[in-house]
């Protein structure tokens, strides 16, 4: 008796300590998107490389036709965008290199074009020149300065940013609402850009452009799950399903939503697992290591940062993962010079408060304090909202003995564990 009333207690104390783990509600419900993890093929990779057939043999008939050339660059930023392959991004670009090269650059579209596919390899210095060129020729301005918005903001030239902006201003157009969300959210007004983003979202739906409204209902996802709106996030990533049931972007959100608010690792883990089968990106390999690494799963959590690296070694991804890299190398004292190495790379790549936060934690990690506060004091404070920014501030601070400091910026984090992670949640309270 007395050892059934022990298992009784101990049973009772496990219920105690698993409800204590995981107070949030249920939101997620595997019969909503298991459809589309069971789907077989991809209608927009296969039409995808139906076309780039299809183009390639009417270029081969026709040589002098260059703009045959931006055409089948984009098919292959199509299978980049569906399958991941960093080799499809490469073969855009050297497409749109030969179309530019045979115009002598002064197409503005493909000028355009080349510059939102080094955009997309963190060329971003590369990219502004091709943008000023576009906008320099004079053809479709206010498309070029929508360009320049985009650049100047992964640059952080935040005032020649601001600029292209109020060129562009039209509150009736999609590209315009997309942008003023962006730098909304970038001023830490998280509420302004959301509304903004509906607006665009309406935009869409009135319009019935298929693309746009994935666009939107993705883009919503993750900002109703920076706001808290779980629920919102959740459904929004399904509508972007039920119109592309191969859209991975919303399945990762999803496998997010499971993982940080629900704390369900091991379906968090299933959704990611059938993701890499037809996605192939090094991130996430990363979130699985962040995972394993919660349940303290080690051996597991560190499996899948080798083959992190391994996949880095393998592809050549440019300065696309940097900053991983710097987060994932800084957390290892035997590995921290690396991490400011590329910091230091990625400050003299895109010289934004983000990157000099990269610069600043990898000093902290060094051991050097000081110099990692007098880096966050000149770039960082009152430049960026960023949850993950903010904690290793409120980090720096506490190994300077800036203690006063560090009660505004924990209060604020214990609102964006959500966004940060599970795992951050016991490194927040011992702030």
Same mark, same amino acid.
Request: hydrophobic share 40%.
């Given at each position: 008796?007395?050892?059934?009333?022990?298992? %009784?207690?101990?049973?009772?104390?496990?219920?105690?300590?698993?409800?204590?783990?995981?107070?949030?509600?249920?939101?997620?419900?595997?019969?909503?998107?298991?459809?589309?993890?069971?789907? &077989?093929?991809?209608?927009?990779?296969?039409?995808?490389?139906?076309?780039?057939?299809?183009?390639?043999?009417?270029?081969?008939?026709?040589?002098?036709?260059?703009?045959? %050339?931006?055409?089948?660059?984009?098919?292959?930023?199509?299978?980049?965008?569906?399958?991941?392959?960093?080799?499809?991004?490469?073969?855009?670009?050297?497409?749109?290199?030969?179309?530019?090269?045979?115009?002598?650059?002064?197409?503005?579209?493909?000028?355009?074009?080349?510059?939102?596919?080094?955009?997309?390899?963190?060329?971003?210095?590369?990219?502004?020149?091709? *943008?000023?060129?576009?906008?320099?020729?004079?053809?479709? &301005?206010?498309?070029?300065?929508?360009?320049?918005?985009?650049?100047?903001?992964?640059?952080?030239?935040? *005032?020649? *940013?601001?600029?292209?902006?109020?060129?562009?201003?039209?509150?009736?157009?999609?590209?315009?609402?997309?942008?003023?969300?962006?730098?909304?959210?970038?001023?830490?007004?998280?509420?302004?850009?959301?509304?903004?983003?509906?607006?665009?979202?309406?935009?869409?739906?009135?319009?019935?452009?298929?693309?746009?409204?994935?666009?939107?209902?993705?883009?919503?996802?993750?900002?109703?799950?920076?706001?808290?709106?779980?629920?919102?996030?959740?459904?929004?990533? %399904?509508?972007?399903?039920?119109?592309?049931?191969?859209?991975?972007?919303?399945?990762?959100?999803?496998?997010?939503?499971?993982?940080?608010?629900?704390?369900?690792?091991?379906?968090?883990?299933?959704?990611?697992?059938?993701?890499?089968?037809?996605?192939?990106?090094?991130?996430?390999?990363?979130?699985?290591?962040?995972?394993?690494?919660?349940?303290?799963?080690?051996?597991?959590?560190?499996?899948?940062?080798?083959?992190?690296?391994?996949?880095?070694?393998?592809?050549?991804?440019?300065?696309?993962?940097?900053?991983?890299?710097?987060?994932?190398?800084?957390?290892?004292?035997?590995?921290?010079?690396?991490?400011?190495?590329?910091?230091?790379?990625?400050?003299?790549?895109?010289?934004?408060?983000?990157?000099?936060?990269?610069?600043?934690?990898?000093?902290?990690?060094?051991?050097?304090?000081?110099?990692?506060?007098?880096?966050?004091?000149?770039?960082?404070?009152?430049k960026t909202h960023e949850p993950q920014v903010q904690y290793h501030l409120a980090m720096i601070y506490k190994a300077n003995n800036h203690l006063d400091k560090i009660g505004a910026i924990k209060k604020e984090l214990q609102g964006s564990i959500y966004e940060l992670g599970p795992d951050f949640e016991a490194k927040i309270n011992k702030l």
């Open positions: 008796m007395k050892t059934y009333n022990k298992l %009784l207690l101990l049973f009772f104390g496990m219920l105690v300590i698993v409800s204590c783990t995981n107070s949030n509600k249920q939101i997620t419900n595997s019969k909503d998107y298991d459809e589309y993890l069971s789907i &077989r093929g991809n209608e927009s990779v296969a039409f995808a490389n139906d076309e780039i057939k299809f183009w390639e043999n009417k270029y081969a008939n026709d040589t002098v036709q260059n703009s045959y %050339l931006g055409i089948i660059a984009s098919k292959y930023a199509t299978l980049f965008q569906y399958t991941g392959d960093i080799k499809d991004l490469y073969k855009a670009e050297e497409l749109l290199v030969k179309s530019n090269k045979a115009s002598g650059y002064s197409k503005v579209g493909t000028l355009r074009a080349l510059a939102r596919n080094y955009i997309a390899q963190h060329r971003f210095k590369e990219a502004l020149v091709l *943008a000023n060129k576009a906008f320099a020729i004079g053809e479709g &301005r206010k498309e070029s300065q929508k360009l320049l918005f985009d650049v100047q903001m992964e640059l952080g030239n935040y *005032a020649e *940013a601001s600029k292209n902006l109020e060129a562009i201003k039209n509150m009736k157009d999609y590209d315009y609402l997309i942008r003023l969300a962006k730098w909304n959210d970038h001023v830490g007004d998280l509420d302004t850009a959301i509304t903004f983003m509906e607006k665009a979202r309406t935009i869409a739906e009135n319009e019935d452009n298929k693309i746009l409204k994935i666009w939107s209902y993705s883009n919503l996802g993750d900002y109703y799950g920076h706001a808290g709106r779980i629920q919102d996030s959740y459904d929004s990533y %399904l509508k972007t399903l039920a119109l592309d049931t191969n859209y991975s972007y919303a399945l990762k959100g999803i496998a997010w939503i499971v993982f940080s608010h629900e704390r369900n690792t091991i379906e968090a883990k299933r959704i990611i697992e059938t993701l890499e089968k037809t996605h192939h990106t090094p991130d996430f390999l990363l979130l699985k290591s962040k995972i394993a690494s919660f349940v303290g799963e080690t051996e597991e959590a560190e499996d899948n940062k080798a083959a992190y690296f391994d996949m880095l070694t393998k592809n050549n991804y440019g300065a696309m993962y940097n900053k991983y890299n710097v987060l994932v190398y800084a957390d290892d004292k035997t590995t921290a010079a690396k991490a400011l190495e590329i910091a230091n790379i990625e400050v003299n790549h895109r010289p934004t408060p983000d990157s000099y936060n990269l610069l600043a934690w990898s000093y902290l990690n060094m051991g050097n304090a000081q110099k990692a506060l007098k880096i966050a004091e000149k770039y960082v404070v009152g």
